[in-house]
């Protein structure tokens, strides 16, 4: 932790150290104003707002890995503490909402600190951006909303928008000052204004200046407008200790600081992962989560309401280049001087000054951009974003980010349930699968329907699933293959469903085939009954793999090349719903030693080896029965409930077979020997293919077949030996098929 520390502060160089240090002080002069109007919107007198831009400044800046991220009293949790004061019936700045508020921000503490135990900064995850940026543009409406008529000499509101714009209408008709309402909008025009060709300079300490310093001139007080009281130096003559509330009122305060710690750990959580994103450098979620909680059980301790990441202040100091937390220590440090030595000096500050600062504050924290790339680029994630900010409008800050979170899984769950789908089908000359509708030289594979389906099949998909590939067949089709490398996962339901397809097909004499998707769906498919789909071969590792065994070798045959159409019009119309749903590249292809790999093992796991002993043992039975010509074993294959097998795995039943003649040995040699050949003949043929597609995977295979011939010499030596007996006349078989291969072996054999 010390060397952490020493890193965090003394590794930049000393100019850079004067600039945060600077920017500290900027930091501290914004916040004068601003955490003063968000104190009195929590509920506070205003100069809570500057005790709380202290001590829970200090402690964030000693425990966060953000370099520049600004903490204090901020709009969010104020206005939703102000919220809580409000329901209990309190006034603003009473005493009742004085003793209440530090036990908010206790409360709020205590669940960021249950957050941090529970590791709560990875759930941030599941609130999407425009959940976020149209509940923090809520709640800076909201607030504004409360501030205007302070504007023109009113007092804040309180509720819901409905409520604030009559509030305002109220104030309007019977306290509306001219000469308040000029002064605070020319604050504002001349903060956005200035924001906007001098970004560097921090016009709102300026202005809170030049108000403050006109006072005594101008007489503001005697013109009718009204001046912030006066504030006491220091800090408050005893700590606050916050005492819990009734039994009665304990759960609704619970629930209140439960939503505040949610958007502190969202909105400064998003806010400073966005900032080290930009910057190159890795947040440490959960010590800042642990950082918030420290601030905020602090800030109770000086009777401050819940403190918060600011991005409206964090913006205006990442003008100035600043890059470690001296940031937080110089505006601490500073705020203490300006409590001590120049508090008597705020009471010279225009209310309608100060109203306009913290207004423009709000304004720049609005996400407007946002809904208008929005509306551009998505208009689903449009309507959510607004739903969030009208909800925390019309309906509460709780509320509204209920109703922006509802949507945003609501299009999760949407999107699932119509995923990205297409048919393939294949181009003359290259290489691989492609989108027909996206290629138009792309053809279908001739009697076949190859489906790509974009997304994890559940319940409330596979009827999208199996109606559009039931819309696809013809009456010529005769087989069905699934692109599954989108299917993560799937469900119970979608496994029967598989098995119900599956059989239809059947019956109507095509074969299906699902392939490409990662082993664990395998393990899925066998949890939930469908075995049957893995032992009967319907399950395949690659495309390539589920058309060899439909009889088909590459090139595979286009239905143009029989002078058909291409497409059905049932396609064509399919394809047009789904018509931006996959991009133009190849979806899978045939290189070097891809298909070669254990396929039994992927598709079956701990089951492979029952299987592989009854695909031997149905083999045997097959050859036995057949004219032991070079293409008996491939149609030896399709007499096993499995079909075609991968070369990696062929491999490894004829081990199985030839210990199977062994026993048969003994019986009938004669019968034995011809296997015995006809297996070496096979074994010469596929390692031959194998060397010349990718010598690397034969290496593999050398490496898994060592270590199979020890495992069968600890079991039974004599089986063993009689292996290895015919090992060196197997050389003489492979030397006529691939001499280079059969070099390779004899070097293994002297060196074993």
Same mark, same amino acid.
């Given at each position: 932790?010390?060397?952490?520390?020493?890193?965090?502060?003394? /590794?930049?160089?000393?100019?850079?150290?004067?600039?945060?240090?600077?920017?500290?002080?900027?930091?501290?002069?914004?916040?004068?104003?601003?955490?003063?109007?968000?104190?009195?919107?929590?509920?506070?007198?205003?100069? $809570? +707002?500057?005790?709380?831009?202290?001590?829970?400044?200090?402690?964030?800046?000693?425990?966060?890995?953000?370099? !520049?991220?600004?903490?204090?009293?901020?709009?969010?949790?104020?206005?939703?503490?102000?919220?809580?004061?409000?329901?209990?019936?309190?006034?603003?700045? /009473?005493?009742?909402?004085?003793?209440?508020?530090?036990?908010?921000?206790?409360?709020?503490?205590?669940?960021?600190?249950?957050?941090?135990?529970?590791?709560?900064?990875?759930?941030?995850?599941?609130?999407?951006?425009?959940?976020?940026?149209?509940?923090?543009?809520?709640?800076?409406?909201? #607030?504004?909303?409360?501030?205007?008529?302070?504007?023109?000499? +009113?007092?804040?509101?309180?509720?819901?928008?409905?409520?604030?714009?009559?509030?305002?209408?109220?104030?309007?008709?019977? /306290?509306?000052?001219?000469?308040?309402?000029?002064?605070?909008?020319?604050?504002?025009?001349?903060?956005?204004?200035?924001?906007?060709?001098?970004?560097?300079?921090?016009?709102?300490?300026?202005?809170?200046?030049?108000?403050?310093?006109?006072?005594?001139?101008?007489?503001?007080?005697?013109?009718?407008?009204?001046?912030?009281?006066?504030?006491?130096?220091?800090?408050?003559?005893? *700590?606050?200790?916050?005492?819990?509330?009734?039994?009665?009122?304990?759960?609704?305060?619970?629930?209140?600081?439960?939503?505040?710690?949610?958007?502190?750990?969202?909105?400064?959580?998003?806010?400073?992962?966005?900032?080290?994103?930009?910057?190159?450098?890795?947040?440490?979620?959960?010590?800042?989560?642990?950082?918030?909680?420290?601030?905020?059980?602090?800030g109770a301790l000086v009777g401050c309401c819940p403190t918060n990441g600011s991005v409206s202040r964090t913006g205006i100091v990442r003008q100035f280049g600043v890059k470690s937390q001296w940031l937080s220590v110089s505006a601490g440090?500073?705020?203490?001087?300006?409590?001590?030595?120049?508090?008597?000096?705020?009471?010279?500050? =225009?209310?309608?000054? *100060?109203?306009?600062?913290?207004?423009?504050?709000? #304004?720049?924290?609005?996400?407007?951009?946002?809904?208008?790339?929005?509306?551009?680029?998505?208009?689903?994630?449009?309507?959510?974003?607004?739903?969030?900010?009208?909800?925390?409008?019309?309906?509460?800050?709780?509320?509204?980010?209920?109703?922006?979170?509802?949507?945003?899984?609501?299009?999760?769950?949407?999107?699932?349930?119509?995923?990205?789908?297409?048919?393939?089908?294949?181009?003359?000359?290259?290489?691989?699968?492609?989108? *027909?509708?996206?290629?138009?030289?792309?053809?279908?594979?001739?009697?076949?329907?190859?489906?790509?389906?974009?997304?994890?099949?559940?319940?409330?998909?596979?009827?999208?699933?199996?109606? !559009?590939?039931?819309?696809?067949?013809?009456? !010529?089709?005769?087989?069905?293959?699934?692109?599954?490398?989108?299917?993560?996962?799937?469900?119970?339901?979608?496994?029967?469903?598989?098995?119900?397809?599956?059989?239809?097909?059947?019956?109507?004499?095509?074969?299906?085939?699902?392939?490409?998707?990662?082993?664990?769906?395998?393990?899925?498919? &066998?949890?939930?009954?469908?075995?049957?789909?893995?032992?009967?071969?319907?399950?395949?590792?690659?495309?390539?793999?589920?058309?060899?065994?439909?009889?088909?070798?590459?090139?595979?045959?286009?239905?143009?090349?029989?002078?058909?159409?291409?497409?059905? =019009?049932?396609?064509?119309?399919?394809?047009?719903?789904?018509?931006?749903?996959?991009?133009? +590249?190849?979806?899978?292809?045939?290189?070097?030693?891809?298909?070669?790999?254990?396929?039994?093992?992927?598709?079956?796991?701990?089951?492979?080896?029952?299987?592989?002993?009854?695909?031997?043992?149905?083999?045997? @039975?097959?050859?036995?029965?057949?004219?032991?010509?070079?293409?008996?074993?491939?149609?030896?294959?399709?007499?096993? &409930?499995?079909?075609?097998?991968?070369?990696?795995? @062929?491999?490894?039943? #004829?081990?199985?077979?030839?210990?199977?003649? $062994?026993?048969?040995?003994?019986?009938?040699?004669? &019968?034995?020997?011809?296997? @015995?050949?006809?297996?070496?003949?096979?074994?010469?043929?596929?390692?031959?293919?194998?060397?010349?597609?990718?010598?690397?995977? *034969?290496?593999?295979?050398?490496?898994?077949?060592?270590?199979?011939?020890?495992?069968?010499?600890?079991?039974?030596?004599?089986?063993?030996?009689?292996?290895?007996? &015919?090992?060196?006349?197997?050389?003489?078989?492979?030397?006529?098929?691939?001499?280079?291969?059969?070099?390779?072996?004899?070097? @293994?054999?002297?060196?074993?």
């Open positions: 932790m010390k060397q952490e520390l020493l890193q965090k502060y003394f /590794s930049h160089p000393p100019r850079q150290i004067l600039r945060d240090l600077l920017g500290g002080v900027v930091t501290a002069m914004i916040s004068i104003p601003i955490s003063m109007g968000y104190a009195q919107i929590a509920g506070l007198p205003m100069e $809570y +707002g500057l005790y709380g831009s202290v001590f829970p400044i200090l402690l964030f800046g000693l425990l966060t890995s953000s370099r !520049d991220f600004v903490f204090g009293v901020d709009a969010a949790p104020a206005a939703l503490t102000g919220a809580a004061v409000a329901s209990f019936g309190f006034a603003a700045a /009473s005493p009742e909402a004085a003793a209440l508020v530090p036990t908010i921000s206790l409360l709020t503490a205590g669940w960021l600190l249950l957050f941090y135990f529970l590791k709560a900064g990875r759930v941030v995850q599941y609130i999407s951006g425009p959940v976020m940026s149209g509940f923090v543009t809520g709640i800076c409406l909201t #607030i504004i909303l409360m501030q205007v008529p302070k504007l023109f000499g +009113g007092s804040a509101g309180s509720g819901e928008a409905p409520e604030l714009i009559l509030h305002i209408i109220t104030q309007g008709a019977g /306290s509306f000052h001219l000469l308040s309402f000029l002064l605070g909008l020319a604050t504002v025009a001349v903060i956005l204004i200035g924001k906007r060709f001098c970004p560097k300079v921090p016009l709102s300490v300026v202005v809170m200046v030049i108000g403050a310093a006109l006072t005594p001139i101008v007489r503001w007080e005697e013109l009718g407008v009204r001046l912030l009281p006066a504030v006491s130096r220091g800090f408050p003559s005893s *700590l606050t200790l916050p005492m819990l509330p009734a039994v009665d009122t304990l759960s609704d305060l619970l629930f209140s600081s439960l939503s505040i710690a949610a958007v502190i750990l969202s909105e400064s959580l998003l806010a400073s992962k966005g900032n080290a994103m930009k910057d190159g450098y890795k947040l440490k979620n959960n010590r800042e989560v642990l950082a918030y909680a420290a601030a905020n059980a602090a440090l500073c705020m203490v001087v300006i409590l001590y030595a120049a508090a008597p000096l705020i009471a010279f500050l =225009p209310v309608p000054i *100060l109203t306009a600062i913290v207004i423009s504050a709000l #304004i720049g924290a609005c996400e407007f951009k946002e809904p208008v790339h929005l509306f551009k680029t998505c208009r689903t994630e449009f309507f959510i974003y607004a739903a969030a900010a009208l909800g925390v409008l019309l309906l509460g800050t709780v509320y509204g980010v209920a109703v922006g979170v509802l949507l945003s899984f609501l299009a999760v769950i949407a999107r699932a349930v119509t995923p990205p789908r297409a048919f393939l089908g294949v181009v003359r000359g290259r290489e691989g699968f492609y989108p *027909l509708d996206r290629n138009s030289e792309a053809r279908p594979v001739r009697h076949t329907v190859i489906y790509r389906f974009g997304g994890n099949l559940f319940f409330a998909n596979c009827e999208t699933f199996r109606s !559009d590939i039931e819309s696809a067949l013809e009456e !010529d089709t005769k087989v069905v293959v699934v692109h599954g490398g989108a299917i993560g996962s799937l469900d119970v339901t979608a496994a029967k469903q598989l098995l119900l397809l599956q059989e239809e097909l059947e019956r109507r004499g095509v074969r299906f085939y699902l392939t490409e998707h990662i082993g664990e769906v395998n393990d899925l498919l &066998r949890q939930y009954g469908a075995q049957r789909l893995l032992q009967s071969g319907c399950v395949r590792m690659t495309m390539e793999l589920a058309l060899r065994d439909a009889g088909m070798k590459y090139p595979f045959p286009a239905e143009e090349e029989t002078g058909k159409a291409s497409l059905s =019009p049932q396609k064509r119309k399919l394809l047009r719903v789904n018509r931006s749903s996959i991009g133009e +590249g190849r979806l899978s292809g045939r290189y070097p030693g891809k298909g070669i790999r254990a396929e039994l093992e992927w598709a079956l796991g701990k089951d492979a080896d029952a299987l592989k002993d009854s695909l031997a043992d149905d083999l045997l @039975e097959a050859l036995t029965t057949m004219d032991l010509t070079e293409q008996a074993f491939e149609a030896a294959e399709k007499h096993t &409930r499995w079909g075609r097998i991968n070369l990696f795995d @062929e491999d490894e039943l #004829i081990d199985r077979l030839e210990l199977r003649l $062994y026993a048969m040995a003994r019986r009938d040699p004669q &019968r034995s020997a011809r296997l @015995e050949a006809f297996l070496e003949e096979r074994r010469a043929h596929i390692e031959a293919k194998m060397w010349r597609m990718d010598p690397n995977v *034969l290496q593999r295979l050398m490496l898994h077949r060592r270590h199979q011939a020890r495992e069968l010499q600890k079991k039974d030596p004599a089986a063993f030996a009689w292996l290895q007996s &015919r090992r060196s006349r197997y050389i003489e078989v492979l030397e006529k098929t691939c001499p280079e291969l059969a070099e390779q072996y004899r070097k @293994e054999t002297n060196e074993n």
